[in-house]
């Protein structure tokens, strides 16, 4: 479920924000890693050269996974944060200020998964088209449907690639094939992405409904408490301050 980062010396109030303040700069970080893969999809979108479009892909590749092992990393650590806050015995105001700022990190994590998710699906349309863009050229008499079942069905993909090879054998049909497939995997590996990313936004939703049932406590805690002095005050004929 994830622990909780290692916090230094202090407080137990200022440990507890050196920890956010590093879960916060890690966010920033995947935020740019994001940044980062949109530009190398770009790029690999707009390369034709099959050996250097092979090489971008395992770059591709490499970010992708980078960013999903921190984005779970960072799920754990709001987690820990989350049972932290459950277990620490605090007064009502220092409850309510350190739930606030866990879910401002909650909310600003779920803002990158968002970005996240948004940038993979658009890829994976790109990818499609780009597909069906190289069904077009090697077989130009192909029908509308006959390229969505190619672009869509791998069976269907390989009765393509058979009947390709056997009426045009040239480099720039071999390519193109090849391009198709990698495109195929691509699209793959991104629909792999999104279901993460899906699991992931639910918990993280699961953290702010937490951290807000959390905070609302809090505040009806300090509430209930003022009513009570309120009243003990009334009781014994004290005049508050106030009136």
């Known amino acids: 479920m994830g622990s909780v980062r290692s916090a230094g010396s202090g407080s137990e109030t200022e440990k ?9 700069e890690d966010i920033d970080a995947a935020n740019d890693d994001v940044d980062d893969l949109g ?16 090489a971008i892909a395992r770059q591709r590749d490499q970010k992708t996974a980078q960013i ?9 650590e709001l987690n820990a944060v989350e049972q932290m806050n459950r277990n620490t015995v605090q007064n009502p105001s220092e409850e309510a200020t350190r739930r ?3 879910a401002v990190l909650a909310r600003k994590l779920m803002d990158v998964l968002d970005k996240y998710r948004r940038l993979e699906r658009e890829s994976q349309k790109q990818y499609r088209q780009r597909m069906e863009k190289h069904i077009r050229i090697v077989m130009p008499d ?4 006959e390229v969505r079942e190619a672009v869509g069905n791998e069976a269907a993909r390989s009765v393509f ?13 071999r390519r193109m094939l090849r391009d198709v497939e990698n495109r195929d995997k691509d699209i793959h590996e991104i629909e792999s992405t999104i279901k993460i990313l899906l699991l992931v936004l639910e918990f993280i939703k699961n953290i702010m409904r937490w951290t807000y049932f959390g905070r609302v406590v809090s505040v ?19 005049v508050s301050d106030d009136d």
């Open 16 to 24: 507890y924000f050196t920890i956010l303040n590093g879960i916060e």
């Open 100 to 102: 606030s700022r866990h």
């Open 161 to 173: 690639a058979m009947d390709v090879m056997s009426s045009y054998r040239s480099k720039v049909a």
């Open 68 to 76: 999903n092992n921190h984005i779970v990393r960072l799920r754990g």
């Open 142 to 145: 192909a029908t509308d449907d």
């Open 39 to 54: 530009v190398i999809h770009e790029t690999l979108l707009s390369t034709a050269d099959g050996t250097r479009s092979e």
């Open 220 to 238: 009806i805690d300090v509430r209930l408490g003022s009513q009570a002095r309120a009243d003990s005050m009334e009781a014994n004929g004290v």
